[in-house]
């Protein structure tokens, strides 16, 4: 499988892909408002390939803590996406990996996600409620462990925590309760 940083040429494939991943327009309209968005940035975006095929996407988005040096790097994993034909091959975890590869070499310490909490913690991600981090936008209670953190720069957690923030274009509450 090969992976790489998407280009402005790229966005028909990205839409797709999220597109036949969800089963719906609403992560690929998210994708395509998170591309657009200034707020974004620095943002980092991959596709996956097979056999010269995309079938995988992910994007990462800036997040920042009001309370936390400017200094402080932080991103946000959303979303994720493998077209359907091409799930439970591992795709997605080798662009995680991929992902939080390159994040580390730009010095981001802390990558969020509100995910599955049994498929991120083989990233190392872990409940960010614990560590004091709360979500841009409240989170129905059941979700409270999928609202995970990996701390890239191994010791960053446990020195800063509070409300993370995010993107406009994904700073809407009821993209944080579904």
């Given at each position: 499988?090969?992976?790489?940083?998407?280009?402005?040429?790229?966005?028909?494939?990205?839409?797709?892909?999220?597109?036949?991943?969800?089963?719906?327009?609403?992560?690929?309209?998210?994708?395509?408002?998170?591309?657009?968005?200034?707020?974004?940035?620095?943002?980092?975006?991959?596709?996956?390939?097979?056999?010269?095929r995309a079938?995988?996407?992910?994007?990462?988005?800036?997040?920042?803590?009001?309370?936390?040096?400017?200094?402080?790097?932080?991103?946000?994993?959303?979303?994720?996406?493998?077209?359907?034909?091409?799930?439970?091959?591992?795709?997605?975890?080798?662009?995680?990996?991929?992902?939080?590869?390159?994040?580390?070499?730009?010095?981001?310490a802390?990558?969020?996600?509100?995910?599955?909490?049994?498929?991120?913690?083989?990233?190392g991600?872990?409940?960010?409620?614990?560590?004091?981090?709360?979500?841009?936008?409240?989170?129905?209670?059941?979700?409270?462990?999928?609202?995970?953190v990996?701390?890239?720069?191994?010791?960053?957690?446990?020195?800063?925590?509070?409300?993370?923030?995010?993107?406009?274009?994904?700073?809407?509450?009821?993209l944080?309760?579904?």
């Open positions: 499988m090969n992976i790489r940083e998407t280009t402005a040429a790229d966005i028909s494939t990205i839409l797709a892909i999220e597109r036949a991943a969800f089963h719906s327009d609403e992560e690929a309209l998210l994708v395509r408002a998170l591309l657009d968005d200034l707020t974004a940035q620095p943002l980092l975006s991959l596709l996956g390939f097979e056999n010269d079938v995988g996407h992910i994007l990462f988005t800036r997040a920042y803590l009001n309370e936390a040096p400017s200094s402080l790097r932080m991103s946000i994993l959303a979303p994720l996406a493998v077209v359907p034909d091409a799930q439970g091959k591992g795709i997605g975890g080798k662009l995680v990996r991929n992902g939080l590869d390159i994040l580390s070499s730009w010095d981001v802390l990558v969020f996600v509100l995910g599955a909490p049994e498929y991120y913690r083989r990233f991600f872990s409940p960010a409620g614990r560590h004091g981090f709360i979500t841009p936008s409240p989170i129905p209670i059941e979700y409270t462990d999928a609202w995970m990996h701390d890239l720069s191994e010791g960053t957690l446990g020195t800063v925590h509070g409300m993370v923030q995010c993107a406009d274009s994904l700073n809407k509450p009821g944080w309760s579904e």
